[in-house]
């Protein structure tokens, strides 16, 4: 399966800035082979918004995306306390 990423540039920086992870790193989450699709029913008004929940170097990392054509595109990254939670229940 090939995928395309994209972010807003201003976004990224905005959550390097917060959370201390960039969206480039975010990518990694979507190659775990144990990651998590879930889907943001709180957020999904206007299209589609899900949650990718995977293991990269530094943890568990939750990434916030949508698919726009046929990119992925992200919108926000990072090592959430619940998002830890559901994977670790996910492999027992």
Sequence with gaps: MCMTFEWDENKNSENIQKHKVSFEKAQDTFFDVNRMILEDVNHSVSEKRYFCIGKIDKGILTVRFTIRGQN????????????????????Q
């Design 72 to 91: 992925i595109r992200i919108f926000g990254a990072g090592y959430w306390r619940q998002g830890k939670k559901l994977y670790e229940e996910h492999l």
